[in-house]
């Protein structure tokens, strides 16, 4: 037994000593790739990346390969934890060090004591967007040069931090780099024309998932940043940056999002400034920031904006490179440093090589900041975390344009009535008790999710999307009461006194976005995207803000891990009522009508009816009868097809996300199958997202029509890819759109599609325009991505389930006005006060304007959406206005 011991301690000791002899020996990716990473006009695919990963995981001690879930397409998302090898023997402490000081529910000894012990935690991703290249391939570079360089700057960093290196997309990048270099002659290589969307769904939209959560990349990043290891920084790298400069990044231009703790901002100046002081010290022109490029941190949603609502140090940096050399531009005005761009660049030919060098340099930049002050950054963690607690804890009141302006009010009356009072201060003060005394105006304590809604499982949905963001949720065990209203057991609890609160206060409460313009009177500056998302809007969950603190017996559920609603008993009865209210309703009637199961829809309120049987599994209570109703009808299946395009269309994306989720069959068309006609033969409906209509000449935005594509495919375009060349055409597709709906089609449009019933000159007209008739300029009348309260028509098919009110998601979306008594308006705005949460600027013209109608056309009917009723899968309190056309 003895010996035995010592020939392990003799084999262990022989194994650290071949290790340390051999640390040296990591391939290099030159050896592994055939070329260096930034040689032009060659780009690594996923597969060859992830073999040079598990490599290096096995050639080096101070890197782990680990595989954080699978993609939409089934390849393994890996992430690299880079570190010294004594930190990577302990990384289960650093990682609780990291996550208790990120909860903040701690005492300020506790967490300075934690601080000193911790390894600060940085998180460094690539590939998002897999068609910047540079993204994927600083990837490569910097694990390699994290895994091999001995000097002390990365010694330093291995030392005092932990790396996550995350691959953002694999499977993007697969398809990106296969298609670059499908050509084998190098300089005919080219990225142009890629034939798919390079996330299966989404596209670049997979960068505006993340307080959602939709696609599977976005939940296993979202695990990682928010569940378990809550980096204190983040580092989220895209392409490209604005003409005339290399690199775009911190920090980044107002406007500020009210919510954000300061210490948040003032940290992403200053790793900014480190980023930009090494650029400009290592002699590499061509950063800028703040008002040099559009990004801002107003926007929750993507993989860097989500991480300010959980307090983390977010850096994007949008880069310039291609392996197919190419050249600045000259922006003569970009030329004068000022202190956006300190250091311009001089236009020349660019390589490949020298995106790689800034990204390693911009990468070495963070973790040199995030080692040296590595205590600080934890620290503040902390501190950022127990602001949260504590604000949720007490009366707060935040300061955002519309709290000021109930301070700027009482000021300006008070100035009319005594004009001397801004000489006295002690009135002036005051007066900031029109804000602070009126206690309506604080934040909430909490919200409560009432378990007895008429749509509890979509309600379940949003929880889902809070927990998979780190959110604490409690559940009521018990019935009830708070100031007086009474709640069931079951109900959801969301307190904000947790570090997080930033995140909770963003998904329940209105974006209060600012009246942002170049100039007083000049054009608005168009938010870098939506203006207001407020999630529990959108997904039409019922809640209450609480005010006050407030107490029941409510019960903790587990960190991170989701609810799955159990199945339930069937009460007795030959048929089960399904309510139209429900989301849930469609997917259990499609699953059933599969099977070729009768299903029925009750034609007074649109509940759907089926068989009481062994086939039926339901996640939410029904109601059983033993007789139909008496308006009850027979369904049947439809024959379903959704446009799409060569290229991959994101809202079509979105779309065919939705509907296999619910569980529709459905055929994707391209452009050539529907200019072929005879569509009757083959569809009972088809549905037009956004921007596949060709735009209808006199719309104010119709430039905004599809990028435009040659009328030929090029020649080295493969099967099937080839066969879904072209777009929608005037001339000859909307002949045939007409000629579905006469022969008794029925046609969905959606968002800027809705310009089909134009075309058709069905009796629609522009509602947003001026006294002259002239389409209202943005100086008077802007409107971008918000949610607005609509009115709903009634005993209507298609608006079945809903009450008479309706929130949606508008962006600067087609308005109408009905001059055909034939169509029948479906949503439209009765207010000059119809925002909920963002930004709209003159609203006052949205008022009467219709923005969902239908139209027969001969025996068919067109069904029209201006806006998009599936914004990025998310705006699930809109979706049955969809599945309502769909059976
Ligand atoms: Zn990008």
Known sequence: ??????????????????????????????????????????????????????????????LLYTVIGKTEEGRDQ????????????????????????????????????????????????????????????QLIQTAYLLASSNDLET???????????????????????????????????????????????AGHDNNRDFFMLNLKESQNMARQLFVEWIPQIMYNHHQTAPAGAVVAGAPYRDPFNYVFDPILMSGIDALGAAMSSRLNAEGKPGYTAKDGSVFSTWYNGGLRTTTYFHNMMGLLTEMIGNPTPFEIPLVPNRLIPNNDTQNPVIPQVWHFQQSIDYSVSLNYAVLNYASRYKDEVLYNMFRMGKNSIERGSKDFWPLSPSKVAVIDTAFQQAKRKDPKIENNREAERKLLGSLFDNKSLRDPRGFIIPADQADFVKATDFVNALIQNGIDIQQANADFTVNGKKYVKGSYIIKTDQAFRPHILDMFEPQDHPDDFQYPGGPPIPPYDAAGWTLA??????????????????????????????EVAKPKG?????????????????????????????????????????????????????SLPKQSKKIKTLRIALWDTYGGSMPSGWLRFLMEKYHYNFDVIYAPDIDKGNLNAKYDIIIFPGNSIPRFNSNANASSYYGRMPAEAPENI???????????????SIPVLKAFLENGGKIVTIGSSSDLA????????????????????????????????AKVAKGIASTWGYNDQIDLYYSNDNLYRITNNNIKPLMWFDSEKVLKSGWSWGQKYLKDGVIAFEAPVGKGKLVSFGNDINFRAQTHGTFKLLFNQLQ
Request: glycine share 6%.
């Open 718 to 732: 493969p099967s099937p890819y080839k066969e879904r060349w072209g777009r929608l055409t005037e001339q000859k």
């Open 537 to 566: 809007y959108l997904m039409d969950v019922k809640f209450d803000r609480i005010l006050d603190d407030f107490n029941g017996p409510f019960q903790d559920l587990t960190n991170g891990k989701v609810i799955q609603l159990a």
């Open 1 to 62: 037994m003895k010996n035995s011991i010592n020939l392990i301690r003799l084999l262990l000791f022989s194994f650290a000593f071949i290790q340390t002899v051999f640390a040296q020996q990591i391939t290099s990716p030159k050896e592994h790739f055939g070329f260096n990473i930034g040689d032009d006009y060659q780009l690594a695919t996923f597969t060859e990346t992830e073999q040079y990963f598990k490599k290096l995981d096995q050639q080096s001690d101070r």
């Open 155 to 201: 010694k330093k960093i291995l030392e005092n931090s932990i790396v996550l290196m995350v691959h953002a997309n694999p499977d993007g990048q697969e398809l990106i780099s296969n298609w670059y270099m499908r050509e084998k002659t190098p300089n005919k290589r080219s990225g142009n024309y890629v034939p798919v969307l390079y996330q299966k769904y």
């Open 78 to 137: 890996c992430m690299l934890i880079i570190s010294s090898p004594e930190n990577l023997k302990n990384l289960e402490e650093f990682k609780n060090i990291s996550t208790k000081l990120a909860h903040a529910d701690l005492s300020e000894a506790e967490a300075r004591d934690l601080a000193q012990k911790g390894k600060s935690i940085v998180w460094i991703d690539g590939g998002l967007h897999s068609n910047e290249v540079v993204g994927t391939h």
């Open 574 to 626: 030959k048929y089960l009522r399904l309510p139209a209210t429900i989301n849930e309703s469609f997917r259990v009637s499609n699953d059933l009508l599969k099977q070729g199961k009768n299903v029925w829809r009750d034609e007074s309120n649109g509940d759907i009816y089926v068989e009481n049987n062994a086939n039926v599994k339901l996640i939410f209570d029904a109601e059983a009868s033993n």
């Open 758 to 789: 134009e075309h058709l000159e069905l009796g629609v007209e522009n509602h947003l325009v001026d006294a002259q008739h002239k389409a209202l300029r943005r100086t008077d009348f802007y409107t971008p991505g918000s949610v607005l309260t």
